[in-house]
């Protein structure tokens, strides 16, 4: 899926749209971004030295696994609900592509419990556990 297909199934937008690319097969999504080195992100973090933050990191993952949720996430938005077991490895730069391999391990009701790591050449970045829940829109 590109960027429009994306938005197709999750909410965000503009400079919050954070994936150039997903596939979602066998229960598994897997995203790719490109840090291209103008992100907002960036501008403060760090000065001479700009390395993704963390958070974003994760968000990636969360919106690559909400890919996962095409034809039942239609009127809703994906709330992240909690981050656990977070663990970052190496740090994503300019110039890096970050990917991202994440599935959903167990639902309930509008929870969704998710797994997911985060590589740069193969490398880990970040693995983390997550879950989000899917909120009616009229209920924000």
């Known amino acids: 899926m590109n960027r429009d ?5 999750i909410p965000h937008r503009d400079n919050m749209l954070l994936l150039d690319e997903v596939t979602a097969e066998d229960e598994t999504a897997h995203g790719k971004l490109t840090i291209t080195g103008e992100e907002f992100f960036l501008k403060g ?15 990636i993952l969360a919106q690559s696994a909400c890919v996962l949720l095409a034809g039942k996430a239609e009127g809703k938005t994906p709330f992240f609900t909690s981050l656990d077991k977070v663990k ?9 592509t970050y990917e991202t391999e994440c599935k959903i391990v167990k639902s309930k ?9 985060g590589m740069v ?6 693995k983390a556990e997550f879950s989000f829940a899917l909120v009616d829109k009229e209920a924000e």
Request: glycine share 14%; proline share 14%; charged share 20%.
């Open 5 to 9: 297909e994306i938005m197709k199934i």
């Open 45 to 59: 973090h760090f000065p001479g030295n700009p390395v993704v933050p963390g958070v974003i990191l994760c968000e």
């Open 88 to 96: 970052f490895r190496t740090p994503v730069r300019p110039g890096d």
């Open 109 to 117: 009701g509008p929870f969704y419990f998710c797994e997911g790591k």
């Open 121 to 126: 050449n193969g490398k880990v970045a970040v």
